[in-house]
């Protein structure tokens, strides 16, 4: 489905089905150089037990029109700006890393239209190493291959898929190499570079969920206890053996853990 | 790390990927689920996985465990996205044409295609309004001209069968590329061992796992892998990944699953409908296969280049047809394309033609003489008096072969055993025709 923000199309999935903004709504945000097609399987789960989904493409990400935000207030303004134009009133969102970072960001904005937050593999503060920036920021290959070898957690690596025949490790390397250039690279730095994760999380009052990876070196879920203590009210649930990429590694425990939450 | 970000290498990748032990019992093998179905947790959880809402395990003609992990380790190894498991290599074949064309299609493929392939492209598929044009495997501007409006897919071996031409994958890639196509790749005679056609720009990949994979000649089955490169939206080709399809409540492909869309729509409705899929008990033959594959592709390729090496030095021998010989057109793209070796097949002519050819296969001891490929037994087989005998010396031109050939598929055996049969075979074939 497509719509406009800033006069800049922009592309969501709804799950399979139809869009409906009297629902409750669920946004799903991906993380960096990253698109929509990652929540396929909670978002089709969502979209047909009682939410309607909007599973994002951020700008300049997937389908959705160009160029990507620099900054995790810019993502958070256009969010903002799109939960408007798409007239929505009782709103979730779910992010994974850099989503992670503009839910909070967002969730600080919009008190009053936003009932609950899940955080997936975040952290208030993603610092990136130096190395990867550069090299995500020059386009090298090596940049996707450092956040494969580092995001899909070590079990995920060998496999064992529970969707048959799905090769997670394969499927992660070909979204980053299908990104715009550059698009890993901004994201990367948008990361590195906002300050506002404790801040934001002071603000929030909804319920909020940590989903955290228990093997996700990229996130590691040792990092979020000053997370935890800044937001109001908040539940942490590790998935045990899990990466960075726990809604593709796991799908099925991160639906039934995200049911729960929104139940 | 490998250049798709896997933390595994090739060969610990062939042992171990796809497969956790068994959380229950903690079997280290892959258990063989010798089942049709699996106990649903409950009516909506049913409903979700029929909906592909939740991933698992339906029926098995759609899926299985055993066949799941030989599915996701081939995926590994290639460098792909996901794979299907079929009933046979062209099975696999069929499936992958199926899934994104229907009558009205057209294919460009090289002409240089296992006699099976033909027949599919030549006269089956017609029947159903597919058409093929065949086009000189060497002649990459040939497949450029062939390309019509109705084109949906190229076509090619990465080692041509029999005549063991290596295809130039990045030029035939960017041909159809140009003309928003995928390029599909028979990779059964190289193996991922030997050649990773993703890497050179190929976009799907079917394998015979009969053959090399499996290794042992005990199982039958095939291997459709999905690169997941291809943009099929951009391409404006392929409504079946990229329009609702009304057989899945109005599912679009592309949409919902970005770069797994192809071996999605292959699975969800091709093994669903068509119904050709593996059995467990195949699949788990065929892992056993794999997991020993590299070590068995370098024993195959030292022994193949022995082999032809010997041939080339034999008085009963007109020529020899091996990639790597200085002789083969095709020498430095194999080195290229396939660094650690271009295979374990051979032509080559025996002198005296039909008769001196039968009398040879007669003679061999080890060398066993049948119709298959990539065991890991020395096999052997004359065409002009097995498979093509009824056809005359004008005919078996036309189709690239001739009396004099002989196809040798080398095994595993030790090489000075193989070396002194094909001696004493060359020897008689060579007396009786004196005689």
């Given at each position: 489905m497509e719509t406009q923000v800033?006069?800049?199309?922009?592309?969501?999935?709804?799950?399979?089905?139809?869009?409906?903004?009297?629902?409750?709504?669920?946004?799903?945000?991906?993380?960096?150089?990253?698109?929509?097609?990652?929540?396929?399987?909670?978002?089709?789960?969502?979209?047909?037990?009682?939410?309607?989904?909007?599973?994002?493409?951020?700008?300049?990400?997937?389908?959705?029109?160009?160029?990507?935000?620099?900054?995790?207030?810019?993502?958070?303004?256009?969010?903002?700006?799109?939960?408007?134009?798409?007239?929505?009133h009782r709103v979730s969102i779910v992010g994974h890393s850099m989503g992670s970072l503009v839910a909070l960001c967002s969730g600080a904005k919009l008190e009053k239209k936003i009932q609950k937050i899940a955080l997936l593999g975040t952290l208030p503060k993603i610092q990136v190493h130096p190395d990867l920036l550069t090299s995500a920021m020059n386009n090298k290959h090596g940049a996707f291959e450092t956040i494969v070898g580092w995001g899909v957690g070590r079990k995920a690596q060998i496999g064992g898929h529970k969707a048959p025949g799905s090769w997670?490790?394969?499927?992660?390397?070909?979204?980053?190499?299908?990104?715009?250039?550059?698009?890993l690279g901004n994201d990367l730095n948008a990361c590195n570079v906002w300050e506002g994760g404790l801040e934001s999380?002071?603000?929030?009052?909804?319920?909020?969920?940590?989903?955290?990876?228990?093997?996700?070196?990229?996130?590691?879920?040792?990092?979020?206890?000053?997370?935890?203590?800044a937001l109001h009210n908040s539940e942490t649930i590790i998935l045990h053996g899990a990466g960075h990429m726990m809604m593709t590694e796991q799908p099925d425990q991160t639906i039934e853990t995200l049911s729960d939450f929104f139940e | 790390m490998t250049s798709m970000g896997n933390i595994f290498e090739f060969d610990t990748l062939s042992l171990h990927a796809g497969q956790s032990p068994d959380s229950e019992n903690g079997s280290r093998a892959v258990p063989i689920y010798q089942t049709t179905s699996y106990v649903f947790k409950g009516v909506d959880h049913a409903a979700s996985m029929f909906n592909l809402e939740r991933p698992g395990h339906i029926y098995s003609r759609i899926s299985n465990p055993t066949t799941a992990v030989l599915e996701e380790r081939i995926s590994a190894l290639e460098g792909g996205v996901g794979a299907v498991a079929t009933a046979s290599g062209h099975a696999?074949?069929?499936?992958?044409?199926?899934?994104?064309?229907?009558?009205?299609?057209?294919?460009?493929?090289?002409?240089?295609?296992?006699?099976?392939?033909?027949n599919l492209f030549s006269h089956t598929l017609p029947r159903f309004g597919?058409?093929?044009?065949?086009?000189?495997?060497?002649?990459?501007?040939?497949?450029?001209?062939?390309?019509?409006?109705?084109?949906?897919?190229?076509?090619?071996?990465?080692?041509g069968n029999p005549g063991l031409e290596v295809l130039n994958i990045p030029a035939i890639a960017t041909v159809a590329h140009e003309a928003g196509l995928p390029l599909m790749l028979d990779s059964?005679?190289?193996?991922?061992?030997?050649?990773?056609?993703?890497?050179h720009g190929a976009d799907l990949i079917v394998h015979s796992a009969t053959k090399w994979l499996g290794g042992h000649g005990v199982a039958i089955g095939g291997l459709l892998v999905d690169g997941g490169k291809f943009d099929w939206e951009n391409s404006g080709l392929f409504p079946t990944l990229t329009e609702p399809y009304d057989g899945y409540h109005g599912l679009d492909f592309v949409e919902e699953f970005g770069p797994q869309a192809f071996i999605m729509r292959a699975r969800a409705e091709g093994l669903r409908d068509f119904g050709a899929c593996m059995s467990p008990t195949t699949a788990f033959h065929i892992l056993q296969g794999i997991e020993t594959l590299p070590l068995r592709m370098e024993k195959h390729v030292r022994n193949a280049r022995e082999i032809a090496e010997f041939l080339g030095g034999s008085d009963a021998v007109e020529w020899v047809v091996y990639p790597e010989l200085d002789d083969h057109p095709d020498k430095a793209l194999a080195s290229e394309l396939l660094p650690k070796g271009a295979g374990s097949m051979i032509a080559f002519g025996i002198k005296g033609g039909r008769e001196a050819g039968k009398t040879f296969i007669e003679r061999l001891q080890v060398w066993s003489h049948l119709a298959n490929v990539g065991d890991a037994k020395s096999l052997v087989i004359h065409p002009?008096?097995?498979?093509?005998?009824?056809?005359?010396?004008?005919?078996?031109k036309k189709a690239g072969l001739s009396e004099d050939l002989v196809r040798l598929s080398v095994g595993l055996e030790n090489i000075d055993d193989l070396k002194a049969d094909l001696k004493q075979a060359l020897r008689a074939a060579t007396i009786r025709k004196v005689v």
């Open positions: 800033h006069g800049k199309s922009v592309f969501f999935s709804t799950g399979g089905a139809k869009f409906n903004n009297a629902e409750r709504t669920i946004i799903f945000i991906h993380g960096a150089g990253m698109d929509r097609t990652v929540w396929s399987m909670q978002a089709r789960f969502f979209a047909h037990h009682g939410f309607t989904v909007v599973n994002l493409d951020l700008p300049g990400h997937g389908k959705s029109e160009g160029p990507a935000c620099a900054t995790i207030e810019e993502y958070s303004d256009w969010l903002c700006e799109l939960i408007d134009c798409l007239d929505l997670i490790a394969g499927a992660s390397m070909r979204l980053l190499e299908t990104s715009k250039p550059g698009v999380a002071g603000q929030i009052k909804c319920p909020v969920l940590l989903l955290l990876g228990e093997d996700d070196r990229m996130t590691p879920p040792k990092g979020t206890k000053e997370l935890t203590k | 696999a074949l069929v499936l992958g044409i199926l899934t994104i064309m229907g009558q009205g299609g057209h294919i460009v493929a090289s002409s240089a295609l296992y006699g099976g392939t033909h597919i058409t093929t044009t065949k086009v000189d495997p060497r002649d990459v501007d040939g497949f450029r001209s062939a390309i019509k409006p109705e084109t949906r897919l190229v076509f090619g071996e990465t080692i059964t005679f190289a193996t991922p061992h030997l050649c990773k056609p993703f890497d002009a008096s097995t498979t093509h005998q009824q056809m005359d010396a004008d005919t078996m």
